[in-house]
């Protein structure tokens, strides 16, 4: 068994054929990542002990003739912003550098019911806020393709565990960008299903109307069978969606024959040229499957990075706030009066980019200011999902790129945050419309750096999302 190449199906057929246990390979798994990590500083932490015991009850299952689940024996690696009881989680935070959750996120408790295994916890931006992994508090991540290059962010960590062959799959979690992004700088497939479409439950905050969890993996088969298992309503998520789910993975049918395809023309404007190619070259292929390419417009996306750095600094400003040293938190040994305490928590426990978004945030949601600038981007957002909602009118799927440049050097845009900030120009309208998107590899530059292809379809329709991302992997390969 080769463990860095291995695929779900691969997993299912050697545990079928008893080429090795679920213990074995959890075993090897663990060994290998260890051996690994310090090359890239994806995992933040391992969790053997909790590994291991699912691993021995997906063997006692198929020692039994039971069914063990569609990720029976899968390693699986979770981003740090996904609480998992009795294991740390950070979110690459110093302030939450203690903190034990109590209980399971909802997406956690499905992979493991179809019978996961989770490796450990993988690192990221600090809170989820960055597009280079570089605002961790434990390190920035170095990507496996090319370790003086950033492997994209928020979800860096999960990107590059799963290209370094460190894990099977992973989730990450995406509220504009975090997992296309990364997917796209480190070559494999990431998934932002549509807004509800996995439940929240037990996933810290960030900007609540836009956060989303979803899969990576090295094909497109596989974040299908990822997004199934962990997909569907939650009784502990109000905004989590009753929509059926679809069986994904079995309508992966590779015809796509007939499928209008849009193109929108802002999606090249700043895009680096070898890039621009690459994804032309994609839409030519698409032509060649049988699909129907046809020239769209999405003319708000100007507007979409003011609107989402309004609105995600508004959420966040209010979502951190309960970091404030009583619960959760690690407390600051310098604390004289309650206000003192709470100042020298936050100040202390939180990162420049955390602090600045809190500061631009309450900014915008104060008296006077709440008007011109929430209010006002919250109406731009609603237009900028009508654009969408039009486009879909004529087309069954959107394509494009992921970012305006493949993965940069560590330390390339640190100083500038807005340089930082309009990387994610393409990425964003989708997560504002909450429609779902994925990355799927289209090739690499001359400098051998991966980029992707967004898929963009419409809510609750990414059964077709995953079937031109899926043609389009198997006409490449
Ligand atoms: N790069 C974006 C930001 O910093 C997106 C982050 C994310 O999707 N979590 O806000």
Redesign the pocket.
């Known amino acids: 068994m080769k463990i860095s190449s291995l695929t779900i199906s691969q997993i299912q057929a050697g545990l079928a054929a008893k080429e090795y246990s679920a213990v074995e390979l959890a075993q090897q798994a663990l060994d290998f990542a260890a051996a690994e990590n310090p090359k890239t500083n994806a995992y933040l932490r391992f969790s053997p002990e909790r590994a291991l015991a699912a691993a021995r009850a997906v063997d006692e299952k198929l020692a039994r003739g039971e069914a063990a689940g569609s990720l029976a024996g899968v390693p699986i690696a979770v981003k740090d912003v996904i609480v998992t009881q009795g294991i740390h989680t950070t979110c690459a935070s110093k302030l939450l550098e203690e903190y034990i959750p109590p209980y399971d996120a909802t997406a956690i408790t499905r992979l493991e019911r179809e019978g996961a295994v989770i490796l450990g916890k993988a690192n990221c931006d600090e809170f ?4 280079s992994n570089e605002n961790s508090a434990f390190g920035p991540v170095r990507n496996p393709v090319a370790l003086d290059r950033v492997p994209g ?2 979800s860096g960590g999960s990107a590059a565990v799963v290209a370094q062959g460190t894990a099977v799959v992973s989730l990450g ?6 997992i296309r992004q990364p997917a796209s700088f480190c070559g494999i497939v990431g998934v932002t299903p549509t807004y509800g479409r996995v439940s929240r439950y037990g996933l810290v905050a ?1 900007a609540s109307s836009l956060d989303h969890i979803g899969p990576f993996a090295r094909n497109v088969e596989d974040s299908a069978t990822v997004l199934k298992a962990m997909a569907g309503h939650d009784d502990c998520d109000a905004t989590s969606a009753a929509a059926p789910v679809p069986d994904y993975h079995a309508l992966l049918d590779g015809n796509v024959k007939g499928m209008r395809v849009g193109l929108p023309k802002e999606y090249f404007a700043g895009l680096d040229s070898e890039s621009g190619t690459l994804i032309l070259q994609a839409a030519e292929q698409l032509k060649k499957l049988g699909c129907e390419i046809v020239d769209i417009s999405l003319p708000t996306t100007e507007q979409a990075i003011a609107c989402y750095y309004v609105i ?1 600094t508004a959420e966040a400003s209010s979502n951190l706030a309960r970091y404030d040293g009583v619960r959760y938190t690690k407390r600051s040994p310098n604390s004289g009066t309650l206000s003192d305490m709470y100042c020298n928590t936050r100040g202390e426990g939180f990162g420049r980019e955390c602090k600045r978004r809190i500061m631009l945030g309450t900014y915008v949601l104060s008296h006077g200011y709440y008007e011109s600038y929430y209010l006002q981007a919250q109406k731009v957002r609603a237009l900028i999902a009508r654009d969408f909602t039009r486009a879909f009118t004529e087309v069954d799927a959107i394509v494009g790129p992921v970012s305006p440049f493949p993965a940069f050097k560590l330390g390339e845009k640190t100083a500038d945050p807005l340089q930082m900030y309009l990387s ?1 120009i393409y990425t964003i309208t989708g997560s504002l419309a909450g429609i779902p998107c994925l990355s799927v590899p289209c090739g690499n530059t001359s400098e051998g750096l991966p980029v992707g292809l967004q898929i963009l379809t419409k809510h609750f329709d990414e059964t077709t999302m995953f079937r031109l991302a899926h043609a389009y992997e198997r006409s490449r390969a």
């Open positions: 989820a806020m960055g597009s962010g928020s979690s995406d509220t504009g960008g975090s960030f995600c994610d």
